[in-house]
């Protein structure tokens, strides 16, 4: 929290992409649990403005944070208490965007697509619930699909592994030249 102020929705929500980015980053060192892909796809709805839950508040957010870092930290065990942090799963601050103005842009544009693509998922998570459906294809999620916090997830495997994907490039130095090729599949997927 900042000094002598409540942070607002869009910073919580820009700590917790940040979180995100560190969990991603976690699972590529570690194997993830049977909980992560629907922490990940959830929390990155969650930061996207066109999130459907209009009852989204600031302690939903910061209770999610504390979430991603709780999962990280089970990914990870050894960073909890790191003597010498490498960095590598530290949360990202999504304030310091890498690259020239243009890099800038396309990491931006790269994110509001995921953002995007992970309402849809959540969305389509939460009707899914409401029918009481169940499909082979979607990744782990509890009888509470569709609430905040509860770990909706409706996506196919390739969705999440492209949302990893996305969410790492987004902390590293990348070119345009490198950057390209993603945005452009995520162009495609939404």
Sequence with gaps: MKKGKFMQKKELQDLLTGALIGLVKACGTN??????????????AMT???????????????????KVRDE?????????????PCG???????????GEEKEQKMKREL???IR??????????ESRNAAGETSDSICACDSTCGSV??????????????????????SYDF???????????ARKAT
């Design 72 to 84: 990280k930290f089970t990914v990870s065990p050894g960073c909890r208490l790191c003597a010498a």
């Design 111 to 113: 994110l509001a697509f």
């Design 31 to 44: 194997p993830k649990t049977e909980n992560t892909d629907a922490i990940v796809v959830e929390g990155l």
């Design 48 to 66: 996207s403005p066109d999130f459907p839950a209009r009852d989204l508040t600031e302690a939903d957010l910061a209770s999610f944070i504390a």
């Design 175 to 185: 070119t345009c030249e490198e950057l390209a090729p993603v945005l452009e599949e």
């Design 149 to 170: 916090g509860n770990g909706a997830c409706a996506a196919k495997p390739e969705q999440v592994f492209f949302f990893y994907k996305a969410l790492s490039i987004i």
């Design 116 to 125: 995007t693509m992970a309402v849809k998922i959540w969305k389509e998570s």
């Design 88 to 98: 590598n799963t530290s949360d990202f601050d999504i304030q310091e965007i890498a």
